[in-house]
């Protein structure tokens, strides 16, 4: 079993929609999650980063983050094509610089 | 403020040389992380520098190693080169806290031929 592990993808939603990116991780001791964005070709830029149980809301992204059920997720609202990109949730044990990434979930947004 | 740089963003190399990427941090950054990202193993992290020192390792054989200097700039070197050693090399850069917020450079590609 992997450590952080994301939704296969790839994820297609149409203009304006809601799209909806999923992420489990397995210790129960990491205590810092993070969502980046990275354009093919280019490095991984953040979205988001939560610590605490429930909602957090940055502009059209909300985090979400369960940690008796071990996932965290990212919503994106009013999503559009400049979000067509692949999301990578990434996990810290508090551990400073070493983070364990998912895979990533390609996205796509159709005009 | 700058972001993290990194140099080169290219390389190409020939099986059995070696290579040495380089780091700059966000100005007050003390903390340098490198990750090794390919298609088939995503993004696999390498080691962490800080305040000079290794402070975290991942599982790399021992031909991948690194540094960081006083003023926190971090290079990695990768000798004997294999094939398999082509991938985005990702540096990242953090004040140190235990979770605070990874920023990452553009990535130096290598291709070894």
């Known amino acids: 079993q992997k450590e952080v592990e994301q939704n296969s993808g790839p994820l297609s939603v149409p203009e304006g929609a809601i799209a909806s990116l999923n992420c489990t991780y397995s210790d129960r001791v990491s205590q810092s999650f993070f969502w980046y964005r990275q354009y093919s070709g280019k490095s991984p830029e953040l979205i988001m980063s939560?610590?605490?149980?429930g909602d957090k809301e940055d502009g059209r992204f909300t985090a979400q983050l369960n940690k008796a059920s071990q996932y965290v997720s990212l919503l994106i609202r009013d999503s559009q094509p400049s979000d067509s990109a692949t999301y990578l949730c990434a996990v810290n044990k508090n551990n400073a610089g070493k983070s364990t990434f998912g895979d990533g979930t390609t996205l796509t947004v159709k005009p | 403020k700058a972001g993290v740089t990194q140099t080169p963003r290219y390389l190409i190399k020939t099986r059995g040389q070696q290579v040495t990427l380089s780091c700059s941090p966000i100005s007050g950054h003390r903390s340098v992380s490198w990750y090794q990202q390919t298609p088939g193993q995503g993004l696999q992290f390498l080691f962490e520098y800080f305040s000079e020192t290794q402070r975290n390792k991942g599982n790399f054989p021992g031909r991948f190693s690194g540094r960081q200097f006083s003023n926190s700039r971090s290079e990695m070197n990768v000798s004997t080169l294999e094939l398999g050693d082509s991938a985005l090399y990702l540096c990242?850069?953090?004040?140190?806290?235990?979770?605070?917020?990874?920023?990452f450079g553009p990535g130096t590609r290598l291709t070894v031929l």
């Open positions: 939560i610590y605490s149980n």
């Open positions: 990242a850069s953090s004040k140190g806290q235990g979770g605070d917020t990874q920023y």
